[in-house]
C-alpha cells in the first residue's frame, strides 16, 4: 500500500494544475440549484475525456462507474454537489462569477472539480483496486427538497449498491491542507418556519378596536423559545430561529396580519416530530387565545447528518496516515445543515471537510457571503485524499 500512497500523491501534484482550471471554469460560470444544464454537460464532457460513461439522473445530475478488477466485488460512492448560490460575488479575482447575482459560495466549485480529480486519479489506477467507484455528481442541494433525495429516489445508490459513501465540503476555519472529521451525530436536520398571524387592524391610538398581530407575533415568538427550553433534552442539540418578521403597517397604523419566517434543527428524528407538533399547537392556540389566528406551516427539510463511527474510524485512521496526524482535526458538531443527510439515512457514510483557508494571503471569509474564496492548494488534499480513502475502502 505504501507504493500505491506514493503513486497517488505523485497523481494529485500532477493533476492539481487541471483540477484547479476546472475549478475556475466552474466558479466563473454558476448556475442555481436545479439549473445546472451547463455544469452537468461540462461534467459529463470532462468524464467523457477520461473514457467513462456518465448517465444523467435528476435531469441535471451526472453518474459514472469507474470499475476497478473485479468490479462486481464491492462499490464505494463518492458524491459532489453543483449548485450555486444567488449571491453577488464580491471578490476582484480572474474567475469571478460571470453571472450575475449568482456565485459559488458555498464551495461547490470545489467539490465538483474536486470529484472530477480525483476520478482522474481513480481511473488511472484502475488496474490496482478491485471494486467499483460510483462519482455522483447531484444538483440542488442548497434548495429543498434537496437534489440527493431525488437522486435517491431515481435509484443513485442501486445498480450497483454502495457499501459505503464519502461526501467532503469546505471548511474555511481550518487552513489548506488540513482536514476535519467527526464521527456519529454530526449536521442538523433542519425544517423551515412560515407563520401568518391574523388579527384587525386599525389606528395605533385605539388599540380597543383592534386585535393586535404585532403583539400576538411578538408572544408567540418569545412563546415558542419554551420548546427549546423547556420540552427539549439537554441531551438533544436544538435550534429556533426566526429572521424574518413583517408588520406591514407603520407608527399609528397597525395592520391586519403579520408574517414570519424562522428555521428549526435538531439531531433527533422523534423529537423533530415532536417539536412540529408542540410549535404549531402552541402557536394557534395562543394567537386565539389572544383573539386573532395563526396559520403556522412546517416546510419538512434534510433529515440530520450521522457519520457511520467505524466506517468514520477508518476513514479517520487513513487519513492520518496520508497526511499526517497533525493535519486531521476532530470537529464538534454543527447545526448547519446537508442533504448529504438523506444518503446517510440510507447507507454507510462519511462527510468530512476540507480546509480551505489561508490567513496570510487574507483568504478567511466564511461560505455564503459575497467574499468567500479559497486557497487552491487545497485542491490537492482534496483530490488526493478522497481517492485514498476510496481504495483504502475498497481492500477493507
Not at 84 to 97: F, G, M, R
Request: charged share 20%.
Amino acid at each position: 500500500m505504501a507504493d500505491l500512497k506514493q503513486a497517488i500523491k505523485n497523481l494529485a501534484t500532477e493533476f492539481v494544475s487541471d483540477t484547479v482550471t476546472i475549478r475556475r471554469h466552474l466558479h466563473a460560470n454558476p448556475e442555481l440549484s436545479f439549473k445546472e444544464y451547463n455544469t452537468a454537460n461540462f461534467v459529463k464532457e470532462k468524464l467523457q475525456e477520461l473514457g467513462l460513461n456518465p448517465v444523467s439522473m435528476a435531469e441535471t445530475g451526472v453518474v459514472v462507474l469507474i470499475e476497478g478488477k473485479n468490479p462486481g466485488k464491492k462499490t464505494i460512492a463518492l458524491r459532489a454537489d453543483m449548485d450555486a448560490l444567488p449571491i453577488e460575488e464580491q471578490n476582484n479575482v480572474p474567475y469571478k462569477s460571470q453571472n450575475k447575482g449568482v456565485m459559488h459560495a458555498c464551495g461547490h466549485d470545489v467539490h465538483t472539480s474536486s470529484l472530477l480529480g480525483t476520478a482522474r486519479i481513480l481511473n488511472k489506477l484502475r488496474d490496482q483496486f478491485e471494486g467499483s467507484v460510483k462519482l455522483i455528481f447531484q444538483p440542488g442541494e442548497e434548495l429543498l427538497p434537496g437534489g440527493a433525495s431525488i437522486m435517491i429516489k431515481e435509484g443513485v445508490l442501486q445498480n450497483p449498491e454502495p457499501a459505503a459513501i464519502f461526501g467532503q465540503h469546505v471548511f474555511p476555519m481550518l487552513p489548506a491542507g488540513k482536514i476535519g472529521v467527526r464521527s456519529g451525530m454530526y449536521m442538523a436536520s433542519a425544517d423551515e418556519i412560515y407563520v401568518t398571524v391574523t388579527g384587525k387592524g386599525g389606528h395605533g391610538a385605539m388599540p380597543e378596536m383592534n386585535v393586535d398581530p404585532v403583539v400576538i407575533a411578538a408572544h408567540i415568538i418569545v412563546a415558542l423559545q419554551q420548546i427549546v427550553s423547556r420540552h427539549a433534552s439537554p441531551k438533544v442539540p436544538t435550534v429556533l430561529s426566526f429572521g424574518k418578521v413583517i408588520a406591514n403597517g407603520a407608527t399609528n397604523i397597525i395592520p391586519n396580519e403579520v408574517k414570519m419566517e424562522g428555521t428549526f434543527r435538531t439531531m433527533n428524528e422523534p423529537w423533530r416530530a415532536q417539536a412540529h407538533i408542540k410549535m404549531k399547537k402552541m402557536a394557534e392556540q395562543m394567537a386565539e387565545a389572544m383573539g386573532g389566528s395563526c396559520d403556522f406551516h412546517i416546510a419538512k427539510g434534510y433529515p440530520f447528518l450521522q457519520n457511520e463511527p467505524a466506517l468514520t474510524e477508518r476513514m479517520h485512521t487513513a487519513a492520518v496516515d496520508f497526511l499526517g496526524k497533525e493535519n486531521v482535526i476532530d470537529l464538534d458538531i454543527w447545526m448547519a445543515a446537508e442533504d448529504f443527510s438523506y444518503y446517510t439515512q440510507q447507507v454507510d457514510a462519511c462527510f468530512y471537510r476540507l480546509g480551505t483557508r489561508n490567513d496570510e494571503r487574507g483568504i478567511t471569509s466564511s461560505v455564503h457571503t459575497p467574499t468567500f474564496d479559497i486557497d487552491e492548494n487545497a485542491l490537492e488534499t482534496g483530490i488526493g485524499l478522497m481517492a485514498w480513502l476510496t481504495i483504502q475502502e475498497l481492500s477493507n
